[in-house]
């Protein structure tokens, strides 16, 4: 089992510009998530989707958009960077009910110039 | 609103125990976690404890849970230079939303 993968791990962007963060998970879980890492500030979750074809907002989630793809994959779409989108991103996945315990990927690290 | 609060630093010896302070605010939290994060890498979970528990332990770490001061500890025994890391206490927010705290930065020096 390879857990939760992310792609790309780095990514540099100039301000206005769109990408799309991919996440996949092969553990059959229901719900996946994406947060974002600042310094100082812990990961604030940005969206989450309980099950394959719903997504909801987080805290964080204006300047976001999210497509659960399938039940593997839940991807994070920038349409127009901005510098304060300048942060490490990270997926989740969990099932429920199993102490709720979320399993995370490595993380993309992105800088918006 | 809920929130999760942690000392950003702590500095131990090789050897002694370390111990990582958190407090939290929602009370109806089921659970309570520690997640490690080393650099470069992911969170990954170290070990939690359920709320109806005031105590939890795994080899080398111990969780404390006081709920009426809504107080969370985790001990580490025999620190090792392979614990330096970054530790974040989450609470589970409901609807399988966990909030984190901001993370306490570990480091151990010989």
């Known amino acids: 089992n390879a857990g939760v993968t992310q792609t790309p791990k780095f990514q540099v962007l100039k301000t206005g510009q769109s990408m799309t963060l991919q996440c996949a998970q092969d553990m059959n879980h229901n719900s996946m998530y994406w947060y974002r890492q600042d310094p100082g500030m812990g990961l604030r979750l940005i969206y989450y989707?309980?099950?394959?074809?719903?997504?909801d907002k987080g805290e964080v989630p204006n300047g976001y958009n999210v497509s659960r793809l399938n039940k593997r994959e839940f991807s994070l779409r920038l349409e127009s960077a901005a510098p304060s989108q300048t942060s490490v991103y990270f997926c989740a996945s969990s099932i429920p009910g199993q102490q709720e315990t979320q399993y995370f990927g490595p993380g993309t690290r992105l800088l918006v110039l | 609103g809920e929130d999760v609060e942690q000392s950003l630093f702590l500095s131990v010896r090789e050897g002694d125990s370390s111990v990582i302070n958190c407090t939290y605010t929602d009370s109806s939290s089921t659970y309570l976690y520690w997640y490690k994060q080393e650099p470069g890498a992911g969170l990954q979970l170290l070990t939690y404890?359920?709320?109806?528990?005031d105590m939890k332990q795994d080899q080398r770490l111990t969780v404390l849970l006081n709920k009426k001061d809504k107080h969370l500890s985790l001990c580490i025994a025999d620190t090792q230079t392979g614990d330096s890391a970054i530790y974040f206490c989450a609470e589970n927010g409901g609807y399988n939303k966990l909030i984190f705290g901001a993370g306490t930065r570990l480091a151990v020096h010989p």
């Open positions: 989707s309980a099950s394959e074809g719903t997504t």
């Open positions: 404890i359920f709320s109806n528990m």
